[in-house]
């Protein structure tokens, strides 16, 4: 939901390290073989594909590709793609996040399902769908393609699952990513002169500017939660200044930490409640939408907008240089954590008619054309290239890319919770709800997160238990 490394070599070895901690304990051997739908290997690409001599060819695509920035750039290189492939038309299907989550499921159990997929990573879609068969281990591609050296290990590792389709972090390939992402802090730099307060510095710099924007009359925090995820963005940013650092909130998403049941979890959950509680958000926020939300914010609607770097290019054309953006700016003396990872990786579905021009595909968005293209429409590649040096580190791109290289620098990426477990987006969405209205306290927003991790950790070494 959601440009992991930048140009030069060293920069990029130096940047996985930071991933490198949001992955299970063991690497895995691409290729490996094991039992289950998950372990099969599937046809072996022993060439590099040419799209070109495959015959005339409809690849049917389903992404989530929709806001400007993004749609731009699946645009341009849909038809790049088509152009240098006249044989093959590409049959687009865009979908929003929530939509495709609610209908990909049924259209990859179906007769006729698309070529190349988004499917997000975790539990309850990538595991699931790869644990089914519905999925092509894409590993034999990676080693035609060298994507293997193009990406980090640990961003490849993200979209592994393992060989008996219960864990996802190990095992064989289903997906790369195109973009990086994290969450971020917008600024409206005309609103905050307006109110007297200065672009924050630190954490307690933004705290400390809210109550002072609302004495001017000014939303210190636009924010619509009608979606239900934007809502685990901004806890989970709040859980990471908590918790001081990524790692605690991270082990416990790959199952390795001490759980949910913390004084940082706590803590979030009552700061949340109390920002709504004292109108740093809109009235109503859980009946807002996030578009909606965000097209407030850019007619001045607001000082402050919590979200993540896919959300830049729609910004930056109707804000132009009063636009400003920074990772969360990180608490006196301590370095910057915030939510990231990568964007929703492209998945081939094991029925595709055409995996191989579907490979070729792959490779094609991802490749250093790509992240240039991406780089000019506002969307921050996986892998940035030279376009990332030409960007004015005074605007709000640049500033993306800066961010990017500071929490990389400093390992302060948290993966999404809803990775948690199968079931936990959707619970967690609700329950967070819950906060903002007031309906639900923070130690029992910390309770319920604990009984459902907690729960289905021990499923996990059950099975474990019965496989043996």
């Not at 049917?60 to 645009?75: H, K, L, M, P």
């Not at 191989?356 to 940035?384: C, I, N, Q, R, W």
Request: charged share 20%.
């Amino acid at each position: 939901m959601k440009a992991h490394r930048h140009h030069r070599r060293g920069q990029l070895r130096r940047s996985c390290i930071a991933l490198g901690a949001l992955l299970l304990a063991a690497a895995c051997v691409p290729g490996t073989d094991g039992s289950g739908a998950a372990g099969s290997q599937g046809a072996a690409a022993t060439a590099v594909p040419d799209p070109g001599k495959a015959g005339k060819v409809t690849l049917t695509v389903w992404d989530q590709q929709t806001r400007g920035g993004a749609n731009a750039q699946i645009e341009r290189l849909n038809k790049e793609f088509e152009h240098k492939y006249p044989n093959v038309t590409i049959k687009r299907v865009a979908r929003s996040f929530n939509d495709l989550k609610k209908t990909l499921k049924l259209a990859l159990s179906g007769d006729n399902p698309p070529d190349v997929v988004q499917a997000n990573q975790g539990y309850s879609d990538m595991v699931a769908f790869a644990r089914a068969g519905m999925l092509t281990p894409l590993d034999s591609y990676a080693g035609l393609y060298s994507w293997n050296t193009r990406f980090p290990q640990t961003l490849l590792n993200l979209n592994r699952v393992s060989p008996d389709g219960k864990q996802f972090g190990t095992g064989q390939l289903y997906g790369i990513s195109q973009e990086g992402e994290y969450i971020g802090v917008y600024y409206n730099k005309k609103v905050l002169r307006k109110a007297g307060v200065k672009p924050p510095q630190t954490w307690q710099d933004l705290t400390g500017a809210l109550p002072k924007l609302k004495k001017a009359g000014q939303l210190p925090i636009q924010f619509g939660n009608l979606d239900k995820y934007p809502a685990i963005h901004t806890f989970g940013v709040l859980q990471g200044q908590a918790a001081g650092s990524a790692e605690p909130v991270r082990e416990t998403v790959f199952g390795r930490g001490g759980g949910f049941d913390t004084e940082a979890t706590r803590e979030a959950a009552r700061t949340l409640a109390d920002w709504a509680d004292k109108g740093y958000f809109p009235k109503g926020a859980n009946g807002k939408g996030y578009d909606d939300a965000a097209k407030q914010f850019a007619d001045g609607k607001g000082a402050f907008l919590i979200t993540g770097t896919w959300q830049l290019a729609d910004l930056r054309e109707p804000m132009g240089d009063d636009l400003g953006f920074m990772p969360p700016p990180p608490a006196e003396g301590r370095q910057p954590v915030t939510t990231g990872g990568e964007g929703l990786p492209w998945s081939i579905t094991s029925k595709s008619d055409h995996p191989e021009v579907a490979a070729a595909y792959l490779d094609f968005l991802t490749d250093a054309h790509a992240s240039k293209v991406m780089t000019e429409e506002g969307v921050l590649p996986v892998v940035p290239g030279k376009a990332a040096k030409q960007l004015d580190p005074e605007k709000a791109d640049g500033q993306m890319f800066a961010g990017w290289q500071e929490l990389n620098a400093a390992d302060g990426l948290v993966p999404y919770l809803d990775y948690t477990t199968p079931t936990f987006y959707d619970t967690l969405s609700a329950d967070l709800q819950g906060v903002l209205s007031g309906k639900l306290s923070p130690g029992d927003l910390a309770a319920r997160m604990q009984k459902e991790y907690a729960e289905f950790r021990a499923q996990q070494r059950a099975d474990g238990e019965d496989a043996k």
